[in-house]
């Protein structure tokens, strides 16, 4: 009898721990779900939309970099982790305009960084502004980019002031009384930038001062119909801005026509992909954000060397300078509002003023773009190489 009362008793015992087991399992569903919210409230969600494959790579890559290093140096804000949900937008229109769907709709994020590439930005833009998202573009510099669009912002410096910098640089340092546009009519960023720098140039040198505009199109790998022609003209200099990929097969093939005047571009050039074709050729000038050789604040110190460390085996560029700008200025504007919401962000970031980045001290205008000093570089032993900076009037 003691025997079968031992196994009963045990028998009763694995019945009620089995079933305590099972309303344990069933309490815990319900407790992690609210864990999950919990862990959810605590969290600050950043997103990201930039080109990691397709013909802005680098360009994307390079910006990524700088976002990432910051995110590690700076992972609260108002006492919450911040999540970085990072999305390919793939250097399509359509897929920037998903990426920027994906991010407000399935991850929920808070404010959107992005994207390198006016074109990609542009497309990107209506999606957030219908949410009532802000966006904060580290390196689209057409001004269409912000235009009626309240809630998008960026970090650099726009075409309009841009192709001045550079039309002024070619009269005034390199002495040009005319000039060819080499550009790709398929990049609103091409074009925009080309435009301004005509605008600006026939305002000093006359109305025939541009004395050749071509065109190609993205993709393209043979430039010698147009250069032919622009050879024929024979200009002072050339102002050719567009993709690093194509720009640094028109430029080492403008050399090797013997075409040997100053070739000028935009900021999209500084990408190694651009320097790997022409380093061996001179008087290749554009403009950027950003130069190792001259920092202009105590953040412009600290991006260097924890760049440098994060990434020894890599040149200290713009695009990763303006990502660390970005994020650091998203964070700004939630310590500045006190809070997490969207819309509380937006109306930070519309305040921004004399904030100190690496890439120099920003204020924004009233359309939601930096007012800062554009640097200019040339190629010079095989290497990117600091010419002269240029402040905004």
């Known amino acids: 009898m003691l025997g079968i009362k031992k196994r009963y008793i045990t028998i009763v015992a694995l019945i009620v721990a089995v079933s305590m087991f099972a309303v344990g399992c069933g309490g815990g569903a319900e407790q992690g779900a609210d864990t999950d919210k919990e862990q959810a409230a605590d969290v600050i969600k950043i997103g990201v939309y930039e080109p990691l494959t397709g013909t802005n790579a680098a360009g994307g890559q390079m910006t990524v970099e700088g976002i990432e290093l910051a995110n590690k140096l700076y992972p609260e804000v108002l006492g919450k982790k911040v999540e970085l949900f990072i999305v390919d937008n793939k250097s399509e229109k359509q897929e920037a305009a998903n990426a920027v769907e994906r991010l407000i709709g399935k991850e929920k994020v808070n404010v959107i960084i992005g994207s390198y590439g006016s074109s990609l930005a542009m497309a990107g833009g209506p999606v957030a502004l219908d949410a009532k998202v802000p966006v904060i573009g580290c390196s689209p510099t057409n001004p269409a980019v912000t235009l009626d669009n309240d809630f998008y912002f960026r970090v650099c410096f726009i075409d309009p002031f841009q192709g001045t910098v550079m039309s002024n640089y070619a009269t005034g340092q390199l002495g040009a009384k005319t000039a060819a546009i080499i550009q790709d009519v398929q990049q609103d960023y091409s074009v925009g930038l080309s435009s301004y720098f005509e605008k600006a140039f026939k305002a000093t040198n006359g109305d025939t ?4 505009k071509v065109n190609y199109n993205t993709g393209d790998k043979d430039f010698s119909a147009q250069l032919t022609e622009v050879k024929s003209k024979n200009p002072d200099v050339i102002f050719a801005p567009g993709n690093f990929l194509e720009c640094g097969i028109l430029v080492a093939k403008a050399r090797e026509l013997g075409i040997n005047v100053p070739i000028l571009g ?65 964070l700004d504007a939630m310590e500045r509002a006190g809070s997490a919401d969207s819309q509380a962000i937006r109306d930070a970031l519309a305040e921004t003023k004399d904030f100190q980045g690496a890439t120099g001290i920003i204020t924004l205008d009233i359309n939601g773009d930096a007012t800062k000093t554009a640097v200019i570089k040339k190629v010079a032993d095989g290497k990117f190489v600091y010419e002269t900076k240029v402040d905004p009037q």
């Open 209 to 212: 001062a541009i004395v050749a």
């Open 266 to 330: 935009g900021d999209t050039w500084e990408a190694e992909e651009f320097l790997n074709q022409v380093t061996q050729y001179k008087d290749i000038y554009f403009s950027t954000h950003f130069t190792a050789e001259e920092p202009v604040t105590q953040v412009s110190t600290t991006f260097l060397d924890e760049f440098k460390n994060e990434y020894p085996d890599k040149e200290v560029n713009a695009f990763a300078a303006l990502g660390f700008d970005t994020y650091i200025l998203a």
